[in-house]
């Protein structure tokens, strides 16, 4: 008769993936209450999805980003090793998002069982960030060391979703 196994403590921490506004440490110290810079594993890469503006957030009235599957694109982002004491925080800031365990590449790893969210009910069409929100992410994509030409992309991106919205939605 072998001896019964002892389950295997649950890890102190866990990996998140943040494509959006969470890539800047500053503002999602807003909503985790403390400093985040020291939780920032890296840059990291999420296979097989694409970015899009396929929420409307409440809070920051405006279009908000998403990921959508997509085997022929990746979403480059911020790989983060929190805590799980700020696991509850995280979850209010994400209302509207739902929990995905996706896996990503951050330098020479792998990172399985890695947090995102995604959008639960999506929008038919994207909806124009604000200058704001467009800010956030762009500072955070750029603190946290995304590819130049990815930084582009992105920024281009949301100024084209601006321009095409009409003036009398502004």
């Known amino acids: 008769m072998s001896a019964p196994r002892t ?4 890890p102190d921490h866990f990996y998140y993936f ?5 890539m800047c440490p500053v503002d999602l ?38 990921l959508v599957r997509d085997p022929t694109a990746s979403v480059q982002g ?18 509207g998002y739902l929990r995905e365990i996706v896996t990503v590449e951050c330098g020479d790893r792998v990172y399985e069982k890695t947090r995102t969210y ?12 604000s200058d704001g929100y467009s800010q956030v992410v762009l500072r955070g994509a750029q603190t946290c060391g ?3 030409p990815y930084y582009w992309q992105l920024f281009y991106h949301m100024l084209n979703l601006q321009q095409q919205q009409s003036p009398s939605n502004r």
Do not use: I, W
Not at 7 to 10: H, M
Not at 36 to 53: C, I, K, M, S
């Open 78 to 95: 911020v790989l983060y090793r929190l805590p799980n004491r700020l696991s509850p925080q995280l979850d209010q800031r994400e209302e």
């Open 118 to 129: 995604v959008v639960a009910d999506k929008l038919s069409t994207e909806l124009p960030p």
């Open 7 to 10: 389950p295997s403590p649950e």
């Open 29 to 66: 110290k807003r909503s985790l209450g403390e400093s985040t810079h020291d939780y920032v594993v890296g840059p990291a890469t999420l296979e097989g999805y694409r970015l899009g503006f396929y929420r409307q957030s409440r809070r920051r009235e405006c279009g908000a980003l998403d």
């Open 18 to 22: 943040a494509y959006g506004s969470c």
């Open 146 to 148: 995304l590819p130049e």
